[in-house]
């Protein structure tokens, strides 16, 4: 970033055929052709409908600033709006602010779009963006994302439509959290003020308008008729049914009473194929990862030859064939679809990511245990996939001289023990996509961090991990983050079997349906409803 | 009579203190923390962000004070917030119990029209045919979980009659007859297994009674064969059937937590166990509370029926 660029938003999001509705229909009949490009663009978007969506788990509460459930989000990305998004293609672009200028490395000026009004009615202000954020800072508010924006020393609003953010230091992530849905979300304060938080009412500038929330039952949005994209959204509403039966869900889809489904296993496709009217959608990209850490506090995973031999002992590419039938890629923490950050699905240049027994036994030979190790490893019951991984590893590891039990921990428990290292040996749970390679790798690396996973200390680490955090060159930061994981791969800190996609089922009644990779934890994609339409 | 039931519902203040701190130590001493569930893995690293959310919700007193907290709350006839969702636990047990109270009366209808019929028939049936095949029936009810039943029902409803509604709820007050119908095959689900039982227990009580002398002095007097069997022998066969519906009917009105993961219903038994998952005290608190004071009361009921069906039994 340079000083005074101004930076207008395309007037025409640039949307990908690829990612449109029919390829997925030709994946579904396995032809390798290429994307029908032309096809969707042939049809004319038809105006009206309610988009039934069959949702796994109730949201917690739908306020953006509160939740730190994924299910909050889904529901709450469409009601609010940002100052900045991403595009299809990861870009991020305007929202809320129509430009914005990097004054210097700390200040940055935003100029909100004029007309937009919230659901109730009143025009957005700047006051409402400043309001925003200093709700999150605030402690009482208890939002899970005040950290992320500590880092802001004043917001100043020199007229109803000009916002400036002064920053304590440079911080490279900035911009990617502003376009992060959930992080960033913008809200207004008088319906904060009247209703004591977000949880059960919403107002927000986004395409569609809460209308009903019964918890465990539904939520019913409508269309914003005055949203600020004209034309959009092109559905009269979204009803998502909570239907937690994964079973009950399918055969709702099969029934034709939903129209798409939130959470597909990624061995569930056999379910759905074949079945008239639905279209299975392939992921857009691998985002959602399993991670495993290791207790370093002892023996022997206090041995980096333990871990490296762990690491060349298990055989990632046999595990994403049988675990997610080929739907996924190598990772690091960093996934593929954040390329060119992450390594975009190959273990060239990644030490001991190549599946090699021999050398993982020479290894622990040499770290004294030539009769092999003995070490746990702890999964919940709550996600089934983490225990096919786990299943999968511990035969992988077992020829290789690690012989590994596994310990299967109830959720809560289990997320408490991974995140305090206070488990025997190993222990692996699902991460969460985070919207900028300083939120994936900082908080869980870094040896100052309460978390840091694993109780490692490595000073290398650190200091790639405070320049990844203040270098805003983008060709400088790749650069720092290729080398922080090729890194962590060498010392096997942690372990990243796979990173994983969403598989989607929806009727082909359901076009112009996008997403982007990312920002759902359990490889769930972004979704674009507002541009979604039902051909009646 | 009065003061039997009086001093029942008197029991019910030291039962529900009881019950409560008996739960609120059980729930503390599971592993696992509240504070981690709530922020994820994204945010429970931050320090100042972990205990601001745990002085909040006042999680850094001791586990007495807590107690005595929500106890005080309670007092003042207020449940207090859900520590995940904020939502007052009073408006969420408002909400979900009665969805679980009409799938339990429900699924308890369909169990009695069904199970005692089929039960007496194959009393007075008994060894032919038709025993044989209320047996069958018995059988594979009981051994067939309700979650399985319902998942057939689910899966066989959207291929064959995918315009009836299987999933969902719909309130009663907001459409009594869609909500009915709506939830017609959860409660068929569950009550058909409950029939089954019911079926078994009525054919062998009714065996029993119909081999005593009263019925063979009615007989002897030229009672018609109908009558002898529902007026006479049913009425005295009875007695441990409801008692062991009534302990059913308790399981039914605590929460049918399989069925209403299956059928989507947001009934008791999906939100005390979310709750449970979240560790969210102070809607399981509530939550015990409400199920302890209807099981009391439904067990008082049970008592008071005895009476009607058999005027000999008095309260002392």
């Known amino acids: 970033m340079t000083d005074g660029i101004e930076h207008p938003i395309p007037s025409q999001p640039g949307h990908t055929r690829r990612v449109f509705l029919e390829v997925g229909a030709v994946t579904l009949l396995g032809l390798a052709a290429p994307p029908l490009a032309g096809s969707a663009a042939a049809q004319t978007p038809k105006r009206g409908g309610i988009l039934v969506v069959a949702a796994d788990v109730s949201p917690p509460g739908l306020d953006p600033q509160k939740s730190a459930a994924a299910h909050s989000w889904m529901i709450s990305e469409h009601v609010y709006s940002n100052l900045l998004r991403r595009d299809p293609q990861m870009n991020i672009v305007g929202d809320l602010a129509e430009s914005w200028q990097v004054v210097n490395d700390t200040t940055f000026v935003f100029k909100l779009r004029k007309g937009v009004t919230w659901h109730h009615g009143r025009d957005l202000v700047a006051e409402d963006v400043k309001y925003s954020f200093e709700r999150m800072l605030d402690e009482k508010t208890a939002s899970p994302w005040r950290s992320n924006w500590q880092i802001i020393d004043r917001i100043e609003t020199p007229d109803r439509v000009t916002v400036r953010f002064v920053l304590k230091r440079p911080f490279a992530p900035f911009f990617s959290y502003l376009a992060t849905p959930h992080y960033s979300a913008i809200i207004p304060r008088d319906i904060v003020e009247k209703d004591g938080d977000l949880q059960k009412t919403a107002s927000g500038t986004g395409p569609f308008m809460l209308e009903r929330f019964v918890p465990d039952n539904t939520v019913v949005l409508k269309r914003n008729p005055r949203y600020y994209e004209p034309g959009l959204p092109h559905l009269d509403g979204i009803e998502y049914r909570i239907i937690p039966d994964e079973a009950a869900r399918i055969a709702a889809l099969r029934a034709g009473t939903v129209h798409y489904l939130w959470s597909v296993d990624p061995?569930?496709?056999?379910?759905?194929?074949?079945?008239?009217?639905?279209?299975?959608?392939?992921?857009?990209?691998?985002?959602?990862?399993?991670?495993?850490?290791?207790?370093?506090?002892?023996?022997?995973?206090?041995?980096?030859?333990?871990?490296r031999a762990v690491s060349a002992g298990i055989n990632r590419k046999e595990i994403i064939a049988s675990v997610l039938r080929g739907r996924g890629g190598i990772t690091t923490k960093i996934p593929p679809c954040d390329a060119p950050f992450g390594y975009s699905g190959d273990e060239k240049g990644l030490p001991y990511y190549a599946h090699d027994p021999a050398q993982a036994k020479r290894l622990l030979g040499e770290a004294g245990f030539a009769n092999g190790v003995d070490t746990t490893l702890e999964v919940s019951p709550r996600f089934p996939q983490?225990?096919?991984?786990?299943?999968?590893?511990?035969?992988?590891?077992?020829?290789?001289?690690?012989?590994?039990?596994?310990?299967?921990?109830?959720?809560?428990?289990?997320?408490?023990?991974?995140?305090?290292?206070?488990?025997?040996?190993?222990?692996?749970?699902?991460?969460?996509?985070?919207?900028?390679?300083?939120?994936?790798?900082?908080?869980?690396?870094?040896?100052?961090?309460?978390?840091?996973?694993?109780?490692?200390?490595?000073?290398?680490?650190?200091?790639?991990?405070?320049?990844?955090?203040?270098?805003?060159?983008?060709?400088?930061?790749?650069?720092?983050?290729?080398?922080?994981?090729?890194?962590?791969?060498?010392?096997?800190?942690?372990?990243?079997?796979?990173?994983?996609?969403?598989?989607?089922?929806?009727?082909?009644?359901?076009?112009?349906?996008?997403?982007?990779?990312?920002?759902q934890p359990g490889s769930r994609s972004r979704h674009f409803f507002k541009q979604t339409w039902l051909d009646r | 009579?009065?003061?039997?039931?009086?001093?029942?519902?008197?029991?019910?203040?030291?039962?529900?203190?009881?019950?409560?701190?008996?739960?609120?130590?059980?729930?503390?001493?599971?592993?696992?923390?509240?504070?981690?569930?709530?922020?994820?893995?994204?945010?429970?690293?931050?320090?100042?962000?972990?205990?601001?959310?745990?002085?909040?919700?006042?999680?850094?007193?001791?586990?007495?004070?807590?107690?005595?907290?929500?106890?005080?709350?309670?007092?003042?006839?207020?449940?207090?917030?859900?520590?995940?969702?904020?939502?007052?636990?009073?408006?969420?047990?408002?909400?979900?119990?009665?969805?679980?109270?009409?799938?339990?009366?429900?699924?308890?209808?369909?169990?009695?029209?069904?199970?005692?019929?089929?039960?007496?028939?194959?009393?007075?049936?008994?060894?032919?045919?038709?025993?044989?095949?209320?047996?069958?029936?018995?059988?594979?009810?009981?051994?067939?979980?309700?979650?399985?039943?319902?998942?057939?029902?689910?899966?066989?409803?959207?291929?064959?009659?995918?315009?009836?509604?299987?999933?969902?709820?719909?309130?009663?007050?907001?459409?009594?007859?869609?909500?009915?119908?709506?939830?017609?095959?959860?409660?068929?689900?569950?009550?058909?297994?409950?029939?089954?039982?019911?079926?078994?227990?009525?054919?062998?009580?009714?065996?029993?009674?119909?081999?005593?002398?009263?019925?063979?002095?009615?007989?002897?007097?030229?009672?018609?064969?109908?009558?002898?069997?529902?007026?006479?022998?049913?009425?005295?066969?009875?007695?441990?059937?409801?008692?062991?519906?009534?302990?059913?009917?308790?399981?039914?009105?605590?929460?049918?937590?399989?069925?209403?993961?299956?059928f989507a219903l947001p009934g008791m038994g999906r939100l005390v166990v979310n709750a449970i998952y979240q560790r969210d005290y102070t809607t399981i608190q509530g939550a015990v509370l409400l199920l302890t004071s209807a099981a009391v009361l439904v067990n008082l009921a049970l008592d008071l029926l005895y009476h009607v069906i058999d005027r000999r039994i008095l309260y002392a």
């Open chain 1, 267 to 307: 061995l569930i496709d056999r379910q759905v194929q074949g079945a008239s009217g639905v279209v299975l959608r392939e992921p857009d990209g691998y985002c959602a990862q399993h991670g495993m850490a290791f207790n370093q506090t002892k023996p022997p995973f206090t041995d980096v030859r333990v871990r």
């Open chain 1, 386 to 519: 983490t225990i096919r991984t786990a299943e999968v590893m511990k035969e992988q590891l077992a020829g290789a001289g690690i012989r590994v039990t596994l310990k299967q921990t109830e959720w809560g428990a289990a997320l408490k023990n991974f995140v305090r290292t206070e488990y025997e040996g190993m222990s692996m749970i699902p991460l969460v996509w985070q919207p900028d390679p300083d939120a994936h790798a900082y908080d869980i690396f870094h040896s100052g961090s309460n978390i840091n996973l694993g109780k490692f200390k490595d000073p290398q680490v650190d200091q790639l991990l405070e320049q990844g955090r203040t270098t805003l060159d983008r060709d400088k930061r790749i650069a720092i983050y290729r080398d922080l994981q090729r890194h962590m791969a060498d010392q096997a800190y942690l372990i990243f079997p796979y990173a994983s996609g969403a598989t989607e089922a929806l009727r082909d009644t359901v076009k112009g349906y996008l997403s982007i990779p990312g920002t």
């Open chain 2, 1 to 262: 009579m009065t003061a039997y039931v009086g001093k029942r519902l008197l029991l019910l203040i030291p039962t529900l203190l009881g019950v409560s701190l008996l739960t609120f130590l059980l729930i503390h001493l599971i592993p696992g923390d509240l504070v981690t569930i709530l922020l994820g893995i994204t945010a429970s690293q931050n320090e100042q962000t972990r205990q601001a959310l745990i002085h909040a919700l006042h999680l850094d007193r001791p586990l007495a004070v807590q107690y005595l907290l929500w106890l005080g709350e309670v007092m003042r006839g207020d449940l207090g917030h859900s520590l995940v969702t904020g939502f007052s636990v009073r408006d969420e047990l408002v909400r979900s119990y009665p969805v679980t109270l009409q799938l339990a009366l429900m699924a308890m209808s369909i169990a009695l029209a069904v199970g005692i019929p089929l039960g007496v028939l194959a009393a007075t049936q008994a060894g032919r045919p038709l025993d044989a095949s209320t047996r069958v029936f018995s059988l594979l009810f009981i051994s067939a979980p309700a979650f399985f039943i319902g998942t057939v029902v689910i899966i066989a409803g959207a291929r064959y009659a995918p315009w009836l509604p299987t999933l969902g709820h719909v309130p009663f007050t907001e459409s009594p007859a869609r909500s009915l119908l709506t939830m017609l095959p959860a409660a068929a689900s569950l009550g058909l297994a409950i029939s089954a039982i019911i079926a078994r227990f009525t054919r062998s009580s009714m065996l029993e009674v119909l081999e005593q002398d009263f019925v063979r002095t009615a007989r002897a007097k030229g009672v018609a064969d109908g009558a002898v069997v529902y007026k006479h022998a049913l009425r005295n066969a009875l007695i441990p059937v409801v008692a062991m519906a009534g302990t059913q009917f308790v399981y039914l009105i605590g929460g049918a937590v399989i069925i209403e993961e299956v």
